[in-house]
């Protein structure tokens, strides 16, 4: 898509329809046009299968919106959720829809310090911000939200967030030993319920047994990309690759997985033919750490405006949120639940402890990406993933991997000074 024929989409009438501050929010597609030009259209040689995710981000405050808004009309839910520990299978075997909420927007923030206190994650203040600036047709569109007991910000949020909208929340253990198997199952159990009462519904073996192979599906088109990215030369760019893992949050999962096999297809002749986005002496990078919800697009702009690729996320926008599937072959209910549980088990968020799978996780894909060096994405405040950086740091350094570590919020403020470190790192792993 050419650069001047991309235009977000508006649609004032829909969005007072979902009680949104239309005023307000009428200036914002544009703002996101101009963003989504420049970040997004400038590259050169995008692969033409790019096309979808470019319309889906045209379409974001409308066409998909409308979708939604068809399935509530079925009488089935829309439900919002913050973390990859909520589980999707069990909301598109209802019959309904997820949306991922978490936001990654400046513009919200201020909304949300008027009531929040400022010292908190900018991802917490900016999806709450856009709840109570009616800003979001997301979060205007969903009947209910799901919260979860991850980080002490999200879960202290949720009992303010449902002043706003019900907010139900779900206990994510801190650890992995068998008494906290047995609590999230039972966990896992309850939401089913939840849900099952929420859409009127009591979803059978066949329901749940397709929804797994659903998610599934769309994870595993997500892993075949990424291993695809892994190439050298990178055939995509890490901005087009976050893009995509962003749009996994709010697509329709069977059209989202058949899009991305699609561009999987285009990607494998690239590879074939030695065509790259970027040459192959492109200095690699691997991104790890806290989530980049939409739009943030920050810290990629700045890598590869630098002169590097990004060539893996180690992140729940990223990896963590699509490297395990569920194992298909239960027979009941019961197995269905249990072995759903297991693989969520597997997701390694810095909340837990010990925690020294993602330490491994992430040495892995590092090998596997064929990166040249880690940079470690940290939003401020948060205090699990800074402090995990540690036990990071050292494991690099005793492999010998060049690390940096990086905190930062959705401010444009530091960007200049984030380039000057970034660009000392490229020119670091470049000797
Ligand atoms: S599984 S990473 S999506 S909790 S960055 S809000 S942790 S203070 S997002 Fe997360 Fe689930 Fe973990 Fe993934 Fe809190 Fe940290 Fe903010 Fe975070």
Redesign the pocket.
Known sequence: MSEQSFQVKSDPALWEKLGMDVARFSGMPAMLTQAYRTIFLSQKNRPAAMAYFDGMVENIHTGRIDELMAVKEKGKPVVGT????VPEELIVAAGGACVGL?GGAQGSIADAEKVLPRNI?P??KSAFGFKVGKICPYFQAVDLVYGET??D??KKTWELLDRYVPTHVMEIPQMKRERDKRLWLEEVQDFKVAVDRIAGTETGFDEVADAIRTVNAKRAALQRLNSLRHRSPSPISGRDMLLIQQIAFYDEPVRFAGKVNELCDELEKRVKDGVGVVPASTPRILVSG??MALPNWKLHNIIETSGAVVVNEES?IGT?YYKDLIDEGATTVDQQLERLTERYMK?D???FTPNDDRIDQVLKEYRDSGAQGIIDYC?Q??H??NIEAVKLREACEKHGISFMAIESDYSPDDVGQLKTRVEAFIEQITG
């Open positions: 913050f973390c990859v520990y978490c994650c991802m917490v991850t980080c910000a999200k806290t989530p729940c963590r997701i968020c810095s909340c939003l405040f948060c699990t993933y």
